[in-house]
C-alpha cells in the first residue's frame, strides 16, 4: 500500500480544501450559508453540499453542490478561469436527481487570499465554452489531455477576501432563484 502523505497530487488536494473550508467557514460566520458538509468519497464530482440561509416556500433551506479548485497562481493572473464541461454535467445530473437548488464552483489561489464562487448553473449559458489543451495531472502520467471546458469570468463570480469576507457580488437571497430563468433547461 502506497503512501500518500508524499503524493504531490494529494497533498495539493489537501491544501486547496483547507483554503477552501476557510471560504466556506468564513461565508457561514457571515452568514451568507447556513451550514456545510464535506462530501466523505474522495472520488466524488462535488466537494461539498452548501445549505444557504434563504427559505423556500416549502420551508426547507436551499441546497448546492459545491466543487473546490485551488489553483496555484494569484487570483488576478488571469479574467476568466475554466471549468471542465465533463465535471459540470456530472453535477447537473446530481442536482437533478438530488433535487437540489445549484451548482457552486469554489476557485482558491495559493499566492492570495481572494477566492471566487461562481453559481455556474446560473450562467453557464452565457459563457463561452472551448476545448483546450490541459495538463493530464496523474501520478503516473504527465502529458496533455484535450477538454472541452466553459471560461467562467471573474466578475460573473463572488469574490471573497478571506481575511475579510464576501467583499464584491455578495450574493443576494434569491439570487439562485433565478437560477429558474437562466439555466441550461436543468
Not at 488536494?13 to 450559508?33: E, H, P, S
Not at 490541459?134 to 501520478?139: E, F, G, T, V, W
Amino acid at each position: 500500500m502506497s503512501n500518500n502523505n508524499n503524493n504531490p497530487f494529494v497533498k495539493s488536494a489537501r491544501i486547496g480544501n483547507l483554503a477552501a473550508i476557510k471560504v466556506l467557514d468564513k461565508m457561514v460566520a457571515n452568514n451568507t450559508f447556513h451550514s456545510y458538509k464535506l462530501s466523505e468519497d474522495q472520488f466524488s464530482p462535488y466537494d461539498a453540499v452548501v445549505v444557504s440561509n434563504t427559505i423556500k416556500e416549502d420551508g426547507t433551506r436551499r441546497r448546492y453542490f459545491i466543487e473546490f479548485k485551488n489553483r496555484n497562481m494569484k487570483s488576478t493572473k488571469f479574467t476568466d478561469y475554466i471549468m471542465e464541461m465533463e465535471k459540470y454535467n456530472k453535477l447537473i445530473e446530481m442536482k437533478k436527481e438530488n433535487e437540489f437548488d445549484g451548482i457552486l464552483y469554489l476557485n482558491t489561489f495559493t499566492q492570495d487570499s481572494i477566492a471566487f464562487i461562481w453559481i455556474v448553473d446560473r450562467i453557464m449559458n452565457k459563457v463561452k465554452k472551448v476545448s483546450m489543451t490541459c495538463p493530464k495531472y496523474s501520478a503516473i502520467d504527465k502529458g496533455e489531455v484535450y477538454k472541452y471546458v466553459a471560461m467562467l469570468p471573474t466578475d460573473k463570480a463572488i469574490k471573497v477576501d478571506v481575511n475579510e469576507g464576501v467583499t464584491d457580488n455578495e450574493p443576494k437571497p434569491n439570487q439562485a432563484e433565478d437560477n429558474k430563468d437562466n439555466n441550461d433547461n436543468n
